[in-house]
C-alpha cells in the first residue's frame, strides 16, 4: 500500500490481510535493501499471530521522496508513517543497519518488543567498504556478500524483481554477469554468482548510491547513556559467523542481558540469516516472540 506523508510517498508491504485482533510485527530492511527482504523469510507461524508489515525507506523500494542521511531521520521517518497507520501492539524488527533504525525507535514510539537481527554498536563501516560502495553498488554488494555470506541456503530462495532493471540483475550468460549498471565477467566461481543472485538483486534500488549513504550513517548514529539506560525489551539475534557485525558480551548495549533470553545466537550462519538459513531464523524468531507472550 502506499501512504501520503508530508515528504513522502511511502510504500508499505503487508504480507496478509491486516486483522485488528492480531499484534503488528513491522520489519525494516538492511542498508540499501526493502520490503522484498521479506520475501525471504520463512515466518510459519509468526503469520497467523501476526500482521507481518515490512517498511520501504526513502530511496528504497517504492518509497518516493527527498532521501534521508542519518538514522534518526529514517526514524522521524518511521514515527509519521506508524501515526497514519494507526497501528498498536507493534513488534519492531530490523536487520543489520535497520537494527539500528529499530533501535531508535523503540526509544520514541510505543511498541510490546523490538528485534535487532545482526546488528553492531557503534556500527563502523570501514574506509574500503564506504570507497567500495561510492557510486558503484556492484562493488558494494560484492563486499558485503564476501564477508557476510558464510554459506548458501539448502533450498533455493526466489526473490522478487525490482523494475526494469531488476529483471536482468545478475542475470548470467557465458560467465558474464549483467546488471543495471554494466556488465562484469566472473572467472573465479561464475556458479556463485548465480546462488548468491537472490541475496544480490534484493540491492537493485533506483538511487544507486543509496547503500554509500545508508552505510555512511552507520558511523554516525550513537545513542545517548541515558538513552541506552532507557532500552527495554530489546531482543538480539545474532549469527556466529557474521563477520561484519559479530556479537560481544561486553557490548554496551547489551549489559545485563541474558543469552537464550534476551540474546539469541545462531550457528554457522552469517549477516544474511534469511538467506543462508532461513529455518533456524524462524525457530529463533519463534522463540523470542514466545518470551513476550510469556509475561
Not at 90 to 103: D, K, N, R, T
Not at 179 to 203: A, H, M, N, Q
Request: charged residues 25%; negative net charge.
Amino acid at each position: 500500500m502506499f501512504i501520503q506523508l508530508k515528504d513522502h510517498k511511502a510504500h508499505v508491504y503487508v504480507k496478509n490481510n491486516l486483522d485488528s485482533t492480531r499484534d503488528n510485527f513491522i520489519f525494516i530492511p538492511g542498508a540499501g535493501m526493502d520490503h522484498r527482504t521479506l520475501s525471504m523469510f520463512d515466518l510459519g507461524s509468526i503469520e497467523d499471530n501476526y500482521n507481518i508489515i515490512a517498511i520501504d525507506l526513502p530511496g528504497h523500494g517504492y518509497t518516493s521522496g527527498p532521501l534521508i542521511y542519518d538514522v534518526e531521520g529514517h526514524t522521524e521517518f518511521c514515527l509519521e508513517l506508524l501515526q497514519h497507520l494507526n497501528l498498536s501492539d507493534c513488534v519492531f524488527a530490523g536487520h543489520s543497519w535497520g537494527g539500528l533504525i529499530a533501535l531508535d525507535l523503540s526509544l520514541k514510539a510505543s511498541c510490546k518488543m523490538t528485534i535487532c537481527l545482526n546488528i553492531a554498536y557503534p556500527f563502523l563501516v570501514g574506509d574500503l567498504l564506504l570507497d567500495h560502495a561510492k557510486g558503484n553498488l556492484d562493488q558494494a554488494v560484492e563486499f558485503l556478500t564476501k564477508y557476510g555470506v558464510f554459506k548458501f541456503p539448502d533450498v533455493e530462495i526466489k526473490t522478487q524483481g525490482f523494475g526494469v532493471k531488476g529483471s536482468g540483475f545478475y542475470g548470467r550468460s557465458k560467465g558474464e554477469i549483467k546488471s543495471p549498471y554494466g556488465t562484469k565477467t566472473v572467472e573465479s566461481d561464475p556458479e556463485r554468482e548465480i546462488k548468491l543472485y537472490p541475496l544480490k538483486r534484493l540491492f537493485n534500488q533506483a538511487q544507486k548510491e543509496i547503500s554509500s549513504i545508508d552505510l555512511k550513517s552507520c558511523n554516525k548514529f550513537r545513542l545517548s547513556n541515558d538513552q541506552i539506560a532507557k532500552l527495554n525489551n530489546v531482543k538480539y539475534i545474532f549469527c556466529d559467523k557474521d563477520k561484519l557485525a559479530r556479537y560481544n558480551s561486553e557490548n554496551i548495549i547489551l549489559q545485563n542481558l541474558k543469552l537464550d533470553e534476551d540474546i539469541f545466537i545462531l550457528n554457522e550462519t552469517g549477516h544474511f540469516p534469511f538467506f543462508e538459513d532461513p529455518v533456524q531464523l524462524k525457530a529463533a524468531l519463534i522463540k523470542v516472540l514466545a518470551s513476550d507472550a510469556s509475561k
